[in-house]
């Protein structure tokens, strides 16, 4: 009965662990999840690419 017990205890703990870096890495998905969206809201303004025409000289 007593080593139940214990085996009890020992899981329990495990659990705890497990689910306080669950809460951490949750914490964390929020602030990448964040800085994303402040970066969408203010987005740099891109660099345009291909060829540039002259003035009307072909």
């Known amino acids: ?5 214990l085996s009890l205890k020992l899981d329990i ?4 662990k497990k689910l306080a870096n669950q809460d ?6 929020f602030n990448y999840l964040d800085e994303l969206m ?16 002259n003035n009307g000289i072909c």
């Open 1 to 5: 009965m007593l080593v139940d017990t």
């Open 38 to 53: 402040e970066k969408q809201a203010t987005p740099e303004p891109r660099k345009q690419i291909g060829y540039k025409r």
């Open 13 to 16: 703990e495990e659990i705890k």
């Open 24 to 29: 951490k890495n949750i914490e964390l998905v």
